[in-house]
């Protein structure tokens, strides 16, 4: 006897087999025209990083900036993007890049570049040179043009399989990122807000220039003042009741307490990167130097030190800070101290589980893709960028997915490998793709 509901559970079975194996194909198909897309673009976009690095964008060349931000702003504007150079006037720099499009699905997502580069217009680096055949040397190409151009072939490469259409995305390059215009709270507005509006931030720096490796986690970063004031006396009354020590080892007590107890501290950090003391200092306005005039015979009366601290959560930054203080108060005798941190600077990217998640999303489509495992840059090793002041906002981010493979930042020696260019565009691009379309 033919049993009629096994048979419909056969068919049944069989027509599920069949749209699930169809619908792979259909996804593997659109995942090849996105490959496809990024092998059409490549060379142009290769030239594109060439185009961008000759031309002299150092935070403080506000013509050069807004010249990178033009050239990048017609290839957006190619695929459909509403575009805007703002004037950034109000901070003291030149503006920023913003491109926006609006999707019908998926998430909102956020990707982050910047135009400027740390190369002002009487560095001696000015123009790119081939070293071999795939590493490029010169100003800005992994810090970051070479990011900047990736966020574009990706985008070209999800036009050309007919999927861009479908994806909500805002873009926001900067251009004072290497220097950050003050007040901060109008440098980093336009990023800032266009967080409140995403779900998912992608930040295209180039971490640690280890293509196997991503940023779920940068510290944030704030400058610190030290001054110290002692009682002015003849050398040969120190250490007595009525003179006490001084400024200068008032401060060596502090800056030792400093290291004993916080130097430990995993992933914090503090540097001391100026300091002058004596009977009388004259401070540069900047902070950067200065004046001190003391003799061998004078008990010191004044020090002044400058530095930065970096935390890799809100919660450590704010710890540092109260034992950082308490230090400063506890004083020798007749001197005294005071510690100011500076307002705003950069925020952690804190070790989210949802930056955890899209680690594993990104390394999922890198092995499909055959590019192998991506695993996660040590804090330590990741500083501050603009793709901080997501977090709190954002339910996922990552950085470091721009061009790698290269060393130098910031030095006349700064160099990346345009091999990783295509390797990350199109890493990008099928992750932005499964992502809209919940393939994960």
Request: aromatic share 6%; no cysteine; net charge negative.
């Amino acid at each position: 006897m033919i049993n009629l509901k096994s048979i419909d559970r056969g068919i049944l079975f069989f027509l599920f087999l069949s749209i699930s194996i169809l619908s792979f194909a259909q996804n593997d198909k659109i995942e090849r025209r996105i490959l496809k897309g990024v092998d059409i673009h490549l060379e142009n976009a290769i030239d594109l990083i060439k185009t961008s690095v000759n031309i002299n964008s150092g935070t403080m060349n506000f013509k050069g900036v807004r010249e990178v931000g033009s050239l990048f702003q017609k290839e957006l504007d190619k695929l459909g993007f509403k575009t805007e150079l703002t004037n950034g006037q109000a901070y003291g720099r030149a503006g920023h890049l913003i491109a926006t499009r609006k999707g019908t699905k998926g998430p909102k997502f956020l990707m982050i570049g910047h135009l400027d580069t740390v190369f002002e217009l009487e560095s001696p680096l000015q123009e790119y040179t081939m070293q071999n055949d795939s590493i490029m040397k010169g100003p800005g190409v992994a810090d970051m043009k070479g990011g900047d151009v990736i966020i574009i072939l990706a985008l070209q490469a999800l036009e050309k399989a007919g999927v861009l259409n479908d994806m909500s995305i805002e873009i926001i390059m900067t251009g004072d990122e290497e220097k950050s215009g003050k007040p901060l709270e109008l440098s980093k507005k336009d990023l800032i807000e266009a967080a409140k509006r995403s779900d998912i931030a992608l930040g295209f720096e180039n971490g640690d220039n280890d293509p196997t490796t991503i940023v779920v986690a940068r510290r944030g970063s704030t400058d610190w003042e030290l001054k110290v004031t002692g009682k002015p006396a003849h050398s040969s009354q120190i250490f007595t009741e009525e003179v006490g020590v001084g400024a200068i080892y008032e401060t060596s007590r502090i800056l030792n307490e400093f290291y004993l107890q916080l130097a430990k501290e995993k992933d914090l950090t503090f540097n001391l990167g100026f300091i002058i003391g004596g009977t009388t200092l004259n401070q540069e306005e900047d902070g950067t130097g200065g004046l001190a005039y003391g003799k061998t015979n004078v008990v010191a009366q004044n020090a002044i030190v400058r530095g930065d601290l970096r935390a890799v959560s809100l919660d450590q930054l704010l710890k540092a800070k109260e034992i950082m203080t308490k230090i400063v108060s506890d004083n020798y005798a007749q001197t005294n101290a005071q510690i100011n941190f500076s307002s705003g600077g950069y925020p952690p990217l804190s070790l989210t589980e949802g930056n955890t998640r899209l680690l594993g999303y990104f390394n999922t489509v890198s092995e499909d893709l055959g590019f192998g495992s991506v695993t996660a840059v040590n804090p330590r090793n990741a500083g501050a960028a603009d793709i901080s002041f997501t977090s709190g906002y954002v339910d996922m981010a990552i950085d470091g997915l721009g061009l790698t493979g290269g060393g130098g930042d910031h030095t006349i020696h700064e160099s990346g490998n345009l091999k990783t260019v295509e390797k990350q565009a199109k890493i990008t691009a099928v992750l932005m793709y499964r992502l809209v379309n919940s393939k994960f």
